[in-house]
């Protein structure tokens, strides 16, 4: 099955730190990738849509000066948390969608712990 | 705004038993539906979905059957084995939106006693 790989696993940095999350497709192409944020037992909670090659879209709410989002290819996307602070600590997922073809593949989230 | 609702946080049932989660939508714009699970400190692992339209599919142990005019759909886990013991989520989309974004409910722990 479709394979959505994502790196770090696991972060834990110093408060005012800038932390980038990669997001990679290894056996498609994802026209799109999705970056969600999920907090203890919640839901997940969609933060932006990224099309290779254009913006992403954020959600209501999300500031985009904070979660700055890259789709250079068809196969990565990032996410930077710039000057994270202890309130940015949580579980990020991505997700990435061949267009036209359901199910949206997961990776395996990133847990982002800010001192 | 909610749109779609997992009322059910929780669902404890015995091994071999059938497992039965339910979900409700309110945008009757949604026109397909997944189901995801989900261990803790990993991403969801897509289980089944459903077009809206047909009212049931079936994939080995796992059943999930729509509901449109009610706007609910449930998935029926049978039997249920103790590594079915994870997070269920509810999603839906719908095919108009090109970029293919999910709505998921809140999800339910289920968890297979021996």
């Known amino acids: 099955g479709a394979v959505v790989s994502q790196h770090p696993s696991w972060v834990i940095c110093k408060s005012g730190t800038s932390v980038k999350i990669e997001c990679r497709s290894l056996?498609?192409?994802?026209?799109?990738m999705f970056w969600y944020r999920q907090f203890p037992k919640q839901s997940l909670m969609l933060m932006a849509t990224?099309?290779?090659?254009?913006?992403?879209?954020?959600e209501q709410g999300v500031e985009k000066d904070k979660f700055l989002i890259n789709h250079a290819s068809l196969t990565l996307s990032t996410l930077t948390v710039t000057s994270a602070h202890p309130e940015d600590s949580s579980f990020y997922i991505c997700?990435?969608?061949?267009?036209?073809?359901?199910?949206?593949?997961f990776g395996d989230g990133t847990r982002l712990s800010i001192l | 705004d909610q749109q779609v609702k997992q009322n059910s946080p929780s669902l404890s049932v015995q091994e071999g038993r059938i497992s039965i989660l339910n979900c409700d939508y309110t945008?009757?714009?949604?026109?397909?539906f997944l189901w995801y699970k989900k261990y803790p400190a990993e991403g969801p692992t897509f289980l089944i979905s459903?077009?809206?339209?047909?009212d049931k599919n079936e994939d080995g142990r796992f059943t999930v059957f729509l509901n449109k005019s009610a706007k609910h759909l449930s998935l029926h886990i049978v039997p249920s084995q103790p590594g079915d013991s994870a997070v269920y989520f509810c999603?839906?989309?719908?095919?108009?939106?090109?970029?293919?974004?999910?709505?998921f409910g809140a999800g339910t722990q289920v968890v297979v006693t021996p």
């Open positions: 999603a839906a989309s719908k095919t108009t939106d090109s970029w293919g974004k999910l709505q």
């Open positions: 997700s990435a969608w061949d267009r036209g073809h359901q199910p949206q593949h």
């Open positions: 945008n009757s714009m949604f026109d397909y």
């Open positions: 990224s099309n290779e090659g254009s913006k992403a879209t954020y």
């Open positions: 056996d498609f192409q994802a026209t799109t």
């Open positions: 459903i077009s809206s339209i047909k």
